[in-house]
């Protein structure tokens, strides 16, 4: 491997490590007829992920969220109807 190489890695794990810092990951359900509200709400850092259900009346979003930001999401998610909000905190990760 080269310098560059090893730099690179180098940048890739930091980078990694600082987006742990700033972001938290926030899960919920919401119905099918207000997804598009909610990640409106939850765009994330790219996209939300959206998982289908068992009841297909109703979706799992899972999508970064700005550490700072966390309490005053959760409260919108809570008043359009999402349920069961998870924000479980990030160690590291690789973008």
Partial sequence: TTHQDIVDMLKRRLDGYITATKFVMVMYNVSVDLLEKATVITPGKRSPTITALDDPNF?????LVATKDVSEKMDQLH???ATDILVIDIHNSLM
């Fill in 59 to 63: 979706k799992a979003v899972s999508s």
């Fill in 79 to 81: 008043e359009i109807g």
